[in-house]
């Protein structure tokens, strides 16, 4: 047999056979190639390329229903890690040809995951192992659905367009175009959950949204931007980079989280006071909560002129025929989405008093402030209280804003849900 013939130990025996030109011993010379003779009868050896199946040889790429891959690896230890290797060789080279196709590079680390090509499985008929020396090769070939393919490229061309974009809102940011970069974040917020995820995330566009929003004067907005990141983010240094912003905004509107919580909603305020005497309006305490509510951008609706103060003090009583009547009247007439309803109850038998304290006079309480709120679409209560307060000798404008900003401070703000936690009708 020539040389060039021989499996690589015995062709190593022949080559140093072919040394003894060179001086040495022909004795030696045939002890190493009986030694090598007997080490590779040892070693199970690879068949050759030829011998391998045709999946192998001559790998498909498509049949118009599906996508093929060949994945392959060696040096494994067992016949199941060359084979999951191989998997994920597959898996990887078929998410690269996916991302490559529109030009847009995610980085190694995902694309050898596998995230993107969950839908993809191996074929148990088009699987082959080979034992070596350095450990266990395989070759499996897997297929993908053309439809799956289809939509995770489509993904991946929303993510080249994401990356773009945000690429232009730094130049426009770096030009102070503020208005412009705040229209491309808008953009990439709502277009994110179409995209193969970029190289950011909604909370670090969020974070530059509430900048640019700052610069444009809009601090509202910018506080609601950084909200959303403390809400969102699960990395530590940009929840603190939010809440940095957040305290060098300063003093915010009083009614600031409701409107975020009640969202666009037009808010109808009704409030009444009761002294002993029959209900009767108490413009005053509108009056208060309607400027809290403008401060913060919260379309209002004063309901007094539509609804008879008994009424108000029925349904902030407990009659739920009352409620229901006032809610309808606030949907169907004023278009109003939540509801408000304030009743300062003021006990003239206390009014004026005062209590001996540890040797100290302090005026008596003689007021329960009771507070309901509702969402007029389904004549449910969705938050509801009473806190006590002083109304003294004062004038009906003078504990008008207090009241106001106990309930709002203490109350509403912190403790009232959002409005889609409301009861079901």
């Not at 790998?59 to 199941?80: H, I, M, N, Q």
């Not at 679409?377 to 006590?388: C, I, R």
Request: net charge neutral.
């Amino acid at each position: 047999m020539p040389v060039a013939d021989l499996p690589s130990p015995n062709r190593a025996a022949a080559d140093l056979v072919s040394a003894a030109g060179f001086g040495i011993p022909r004795a030696v010379i045939a002890v190493i190639a009986v030694l090598s003779a007997v080490s590779c009868t040892s070693i199970p050896e690879s068949p050759g390329v030829a011998s391998r199946p045709d999946w192998i040889l001559h790998p498909k790429d498509t049949d118009g229903y599906y996508f093929y891959k060949v994945g392959s690896a060696s040096g494994c230890p067992t016949e199941e890690a060359a084979r999951d290797a191989a998997y994920k060789n597959a898996l990887a080279s078929l998410a690269k040809e996916t991302f490559a196709e529109v030009k847009v590079d995610i980085g190694g680390p995902s694309l050898a995951s596998g995230f993107a090509i969950q839908s993809a499985e191996s074929m148990p008929e088009c699987q082959y192992h080979e034992k070596g020396i350095y450990g266990t090769s395989c070759w499996l070939q897997v297929r993908w659905p053309a439809t799956e393919r289809a939509k995770l490229l489509e993904q991946v061309r929303w993510c080249a367009t994401l990356e773009q974009r945000w690429r232009d809102t730094q130049t426009l940011i770096a030009q102070h175009r503020w208005q412009d970069a705040g229209v491309l974040l808008n953009a990439i917020i709502s277009d994110y959950r179409k995209a193969y995820p970029p190289s950011f995330s909604t909370s670090q566009v969020q974070l530059i949204l509430g900048d640019v929003s700052r610069q444009q004067g809009n601090r509202l907005e910018a506080w609601r931007c950084y909200q959303a990141v403390l809400k969102m983010a699960t990395d530590p240094a940009l929840r603190k980079e939010a809440r940095d912003r957040i305290d060098a905004l300063g003093s915010l509107p009083l009614m600031l989280p409701l409107k975020d919580r009640w969202g666009a909603a037009k808010l109808g305020i009704l409030c009444g006071i009761r002294d002993g005497r029959e209900c009767r309006a108490f413009p005053a305490l509108t009056r208060e909560l309607c400027n809290f509510s403008l401060e913060a951008e919260i379309e209002t609706v004063n309901l007094a002129e539509d609804i008879a103060p008994a009424r108000l003090a029925a349904a902030i009583d407990g009659k739920p025929d009352d409620l229901a009547a006032i809610c309808e009247t606030a949907r169907a007439k004023n278009k109003a989405g939540i509801l408000l309803i304030v009743l300062y109850d003021i006990d003239p038998a206390k009014r004026g008093k005062v209590l001996e304290m540890d040797g100290q006079r302090v005026p008596l309480p003689d007021t329960l402030v009771k507070f309901l709120v509702a969402v007029p679409g389904t004549a449910k209560s969705l938050f509801a209280g009473d806190f006590k307060e002083l109304a003294g000798d004062s004038s009906e404008s003078a504990f008008a804003k207090p009241a106001a900003v106990i309930l709002l401070r203490n109350y509403l703000v912190p403790k009232c849900p959002p409005v889609e936690k409301a009861a079901p009708p």
